[in-house]
């Protein structure tokens, strides 16, 4: 999933998907050799040099700032799907493909291409798992959202060929209906830009006869136009440790493809001053128009 090693990850799990039914004593030798391809390094506490765990952290948020902004930018397809587990056979399917993209203020839109009937029993989807989705799973961590989050460097961590600074996330605070994410996230040392998280959607929900629990999961990013790392891939393979009902396993993969610039932002400025965009630069600005 990262730029540095192509798409190599991705190619091995769809080369075993292909086999695992026709040729099982594949399976193994060929996990070896996907092995090698996602190699992981060991996790060091040494401190980064000729710079600051807090100036990573500013450049970061910095970066996803604009990450966030450009992405905007783009029309990509999400492709989600949920499924409860007994041991390797599925007993239920929530499945959505749709394409997003954003109007000229920022809206989030989508356009739903494929939808079949959910057949999940044992869990529902609740409005806080369909906003992470949306927008947890593809953690952002911007200049704006940082004062909401306590940031503690870990350490330094080989992910396949990138060298990545690792940071360990949590809110300091629950605002109510508001989704935070909670885990760790892995900064490349070289675009100081976020390329993987690990972690769960918080707050959780335990009451006498109602409970919203959320799955750990992984996000991979990969780089778009030689510049921005987007999301390409999220999974998440757990166990929802229910009170009120039995265990649940779970499995959520969400893919997101085709990322496609389709315009970009303009600005008029007229003497210092940015108009808005139904305003033309031979007009007053209108706090500047009096009445007749």
């Known amino acids: 999933m990262f730029r540095r090693a192509s798409n190599a990850r991705g190619f091995c799990y769809l080369i075993m998907k292909i086999i695992r039914e026709t040729l099982p004593l594949l399976v193994a030798a060929l996990t070896l050799v996907c092995a090698a391809f996602s190699q992981e390094g060991p996790l060091t506490s040494d401190p980064p040099k000729s710079i600051t765990p807090e100036e990573i952290i500013q450049k970061f948020a910095a970066k996803e700032k604009e990450f966030k902004e450009a992405r905007e930018q783009y029309t990509f397809r999400q492709d989600v799907r949920v499924q409860t587990m007994d041991g390797d056979t599925v007993t239920g399917e929530y499945r959505e493909v749709f394409d997003v993209s954003y109007d000229d203020h920022g809206k989030h839109l989508e356009n739903v291409v494929f939808a079949p009937q959910n057949t999940l029993t044992s869990i529902g989807m609740s409005p806080e798992d369909l906003q992470d989705l949306r927008h947890t799973m593809p953690f952002v961590l911007t200049s704006d959202e940082i004062p909401e989050y ?50 769960k959607a918080v707050p959780e929900t335990r009451k006498k006869n109602y409970e919203n629990l959320f799955p750990k999961f992984t996000t991979y990013r990969e780089q778009v136009d030689g510049q921005y790392w987007f999301p390409a891939y999220t999974e998440a393979k757990d ?16 893919k997101y493809t085709d990322y496609k610039r389709f315009g970009s932002r303009t600005k008029v400025i007229y003497e210092g001053k940015e108009l808005p965009r139904d305003q033309s630069p031979d007009e007053k600005p209108k706090d500047e128009q009096k009445p007749q």
Do not use: M, S
């Open 239 to 254: 166990t929802l440790r229910f009170k009120i009902t039995a265990e649940v396993q779970v499995h959520d993969i969400i």
């Open 150 to 199: 306590n940031i503690l460097y870990v350490g330094q961590q080989q992910e396949d060929e990138l060298h990545c600074y690792v940071f360990d996330v949590a809110p300091k605070q629950f605002e109510k209906n508001k989704r935070y994410f909670q885990g760790r996230i892995w900064v490349d040392d070289q675009d100081l830009q976020i390329v993987k998280t690990y972690g």
